[in-house]
């Protein structure tokens, strides 16, 4: 049986992969465990969860679950967001010359994340990093319209939604600027989003559905791709 580990970096992608990824990804053999939020600080032998941005206790928190887990047929991936990314990630200083190429720069900072993260108890290949671009609210900006569903009937904050999505070629290049933000240009439109985004966001994202969401993203696409292959690996 092929198990996967998910690193979320919040509530909203902790409760999207425990119930949209989840579910799908069992319908090709891949079974979901957790997911489990991902360390930002160990005090005193306890580890703190989400929201952190500081690399090592990610990196350590990894590392201890290889430790824990050392079957061949057991990965771990992450969804950490690509805005507001730790300054202390590896790549970010070789990286910043792609700024302007997103797909470019994930793709790098993947990379030396991937490196960095190397698996002394197996295969350097049972990790598959993935970072978000540019945060997991992109997802939304694919279809805004479902934001009816949870928020009521609001057709002309769906129009605003809708207008910065038409600007851009997919969700994922809404650039990450601290004021526009998938995050923040969704709360501008929407106030209520900030305190009820770990519930709303996953509900949202699931009404989209994976399939609108993957030919509209394509980095997304290609990370679950990944994730769809693992019971076919060696």
Known sequence: MTRLYIFAEGQTEQTYGDTVLKDHLAAFGVYVQGPILIAHARRRGVTHRGGGRRYLPMKNDILRFFQQEKGRDVYFTTMIDYYALPSDFPGTGDADT?????????????????????????????????????????????????????????????????????????????????????????????????????????????????????????????????????VNRP
């Open 98 to 230: 792609l700024r302007h190429l997103p797909y470019e720069r994930v793709a790098k900072l993947e990379e030396r994340f991937a490196e960095d993260i190397a698996d002394p108890w197996g295969s350097p290949t049972r990790f598959i990093p993935n970072i978000q671009l540019h945060e997991f609210e992109a997802i939304l900006f694919c279809r805004p319209r479902e934001f009816s569903s949870f928020f009521g009937d609001c057709p002309r904050k769906v129009e605003q939604l809708e207008e910065i999505a038409k600007a851009y070629q997919s969700p994922e290049l809404i650039d990450d600027d601290e004021q526009t933000a998938p995050s923040k240009r969704i709360a501008g439109v929407f106030p209520d989003y900030s305190g009820a985004k770990s519930s709303a966001g996953p509900l949202i994202a699931e009404a989209i559905g994976i399939e609108t969401t993957r030919n509209l993203c394509p980095h997304f696409d290609a990370w679950l791709k990944k994730l769809e292959s693992l």
